[in-house]
């Protein structure tokens, strides 16, 4: 059974700060991975999908890497602001259709 | 942009009550999703369907059923509710194929039963 691992659980950044975010996955065999921002009591917005056949996705600040075989991902933020302050979650989609996701890291960027 | 609209931000229902909750997607989906999510526990699949009245049980299935009688629409139903089924709930939808299927969600329905 797929089973998504994010690390760490929570993280406190100075604002400016670069960071990386981790998720990892058991079963490589997915069709593609997916991050998500969370705000507190709203949904989830999609920020980077990563198809199984690329190594990364950019958009704006943020860049996702893809390593199917060691069964990792990583989400980069450049620069980080007080506003990238949310939890964001990885998934991965297998052939079923559909998300399984990891927990989550609760990112807080300090001012 | 996609949009996947839930009918309701906040609900209070009360123990026993019958609850639907509504999901629409614009975007001529095929596949759409119920998860509920829970401190400590991370987003858990109730239902999902991949075509107008087909659907899938997901890890928790158990005091729900789904409706899909139309493509852009999902509706997740709570037969009886009990005050377990207190959660915020995430609908979310996505095109079929192995190609570019990034999933959107709705902004979530934060139920309450009392």
């Known amino acids: 059974k797929q089973e998504v691992t994010q690390i760490p659980a929570a993280l406190s950044v100075p604002e400016g700060e670069n960071l990386v975010l981790n998720c990892s996955f058991t079963d490589s065999a997915i069709y593609n991975l997916q991050w998500f921002r969370q705000d507190p009591g709203k949904g989830l917005t999609s920020l980077l999908l990563?198809?199984?056949?690329?190594r990364e996705q950019t958009s704006g600040r943020l860049n996702a890497s893809l390593d199917k075989s060691s069964g990792r991902s990583t989400l980069y933020i450049a620069a980080s602001q007080p506003g990238d302050s949310a939890t964001y979650l990885c998934?991965?989609?297998?052939?079923?259709?559909?998300?399984?996701f990891g927990s989550g890291t609760r990112l807080l960027v300090r001012p | 942009d996609v949009k996947v609209t839930q009918s309701s931000r906040y609900l209070v229902k009360r123990t026993g009550e019958k609850v639907f909750l509504e999901c629409v997607q614009d975007?001529?989906?095929?596949?759409m999703f119920w998860y509920r999510q829970d401190p400590g526990l991370g987003l858990r699949l109730i239902y999902f369907s991949y075509d107008v009245k087909m659907k899938e049980k997901g890890d928790i299935p158990e005091g729900y059923s789904v409706s899909r009688e139309k493509k852009e629409r999902f509706s997740l139903i709570l037969e009886s509710a009990s005050t377990n089924q207190t959660s915020m709930y995430l609908c979310?939808?996505?095109?079929?194929?192995?190609?570019?299927?990034?999933?959107?969600f709705g902004q979530g329905t934060r139920l309450t039963v009392v």
């Open positions: 998934s991965v989609r297998d052939s079923s259709y559909k998300l399984i």
């Open positions: 979310a939808s996505s095109p079929t194929g192995h190609l570019n299927t990034e999933a959107f």
């Open positions: 975007m001529d989906h095929e596949n």
């Open positions: 990563i198809q199984s056949s690329q």
